[in-house]
């Protein structure tokens, strides 16, 4: 065969050769194109995807979030009504502190309301307005005991006279034994020494005197105490003015337990 021949089969096969390259190229890059794309879009489907996933968990985590954020109200609330009904939970110590306090505050309120109960039982003719006294055995019995007093001033007596004054009489005008005389009215006694006028508040076994006392031609007033379980009496000197509210003022009250502690000077002597 000739060399020319040869050369120009050989040349033809090479541009067959580089043909079939060519087709070849371009088929496998019309396939990667095909491939491309859907793996792009797949990948943007499984982006979107993702975040909507996100979104989903996000959504879902912010829903949890909200729910324990509600559960830690709602037991917020739980306590604070706890408190307030004074019922709280057993692991909260400030809870138990409170109901504590609570407790402490109602035994002292108790007390309180049961020691008043018990002193307003002691007490009785709360409110009671003073009678005018006409029984002529009142009269008189007061009347000695004002005699009494009278006598001790004038006697200059400091022992007695301090022996038969009132205790509040004694606490309000700081009087002592040493100054008892100079903390009292002096009276000049006369022939006309009586009661003018007395109104009472009578108790079970304590009583209140009101008295206006005419010594000579000008009145004095007192107040006399008498303790029937002791036949013992205490005198306060008063005022005009005190004496006339006094008898009409209702009364704050004597209390069943008053107790005048008797001594050689305020000793009752009853008349008929």
Do not use: H, W
């Not at 006279?161 to 004694?170: E, G, K, P």
């Amino acid at each position: 065969m000739d060399i020319k021949k040869i050369i120009k089969i050989l040349v033809i096969i090479c541009i067959i050769l580089i043909v079939l390259l060519v087709i070849l190229m371009i088929l496998n890059k019309d396939t990667e194109e095909k491939t491309v794309i859907p793996n792009s879009i797949a990948t943007q489907n499984n982006t979107a995807s993702s975040v909507q996933n996100n979104i989903i968990i996000n959504n879902i985590s912010n829903e949890i979030n909200n729910n324990q954020i509600e559960n830690n109200i709602v037991g917020d609330n739980t306590v604070k009504e706890n408190i307030v009904n004074n019922n709280p939970t057993s692991n909260n110590t400030n809870n138990s502190t409170t109901e504590n306090i609570i407790d402490d505050t109602e035994i002292l309120n108790n007390q309180a309301q049961s020691n008043e109960e018990n002193v307003n039982k002691d007490i009785e003719l709360t409110g009671v307005t003073p009678t005018k006294a006409t029984r002529t055995a009142i009269i008189n019995t007061i009347q000695n005991c004002i005699k009494k007093y009278l006598n001790y001033v004038e006697d200059s007596n400091e022992n007695a006279v301090y022996a038969v004054l009132d205790s509040t009489y004694i606490q309000n005008n700081s009087v002592t034994q040493d100054n008892v005389l100079s903390n009292v009215p002096n009276y000049n006694q006369s022939d006309m020494s009586e009661i003018n006028e007395i109104y009472q508040i009578t108790g079970s076994t304590y009583s209140i005197y009101y008295v206006r006392y005419q010594l000579g031609n000008a009145y004095i007033f007192f107040i006399v105490n008498m303790d029937i379980t002791t036949d013992s009496f205490s005198i306060m000197p008063i005022s005009a003015n005190r004496y006339n509210t006094l008898i009409v003022t209702p009364s704050e009250g004597i209390s069943k337990s008053a107790v005048i502690r008797s001594n050689q000077y305020n000793k009752v002597t009853y008349s008929r």
